[in-house]
């Protein structure tokens, strides 16, 4: 799955660890997910969606 975490998050200029810390994941997660070695769960998605303020059509897209 693709994803824009990486580009939403320079766009507000936080670090992996302060969307960690605001997704209550570690930040080795958020880089895993950036990477694409890691697919979020539905819940982590829409928390991802809900942080961004964006549907989640707009963070994720299939290969």
């Known amino acids: 799955m693709n994803n824009r975490l990486k580009v ?13 810390d605001r997704l209550e994941v570690s930040r080795q997660s958020v880089n895993a997910i950036e990477k694409g070695r890691y697919d979020p769960s539905l819940p982590l998605a829409f928390k991802i969606a809900e ?5 989640i059509e707009e963070i994720f897209s299939r290969d």
């Open 51 to 55: 942080v961004f303020e964006l549907p």
């Open 8 to 20: 939403l998050r320079a766009m507000r200029d936080w670090s992996q660890q302060d969307l960690a």
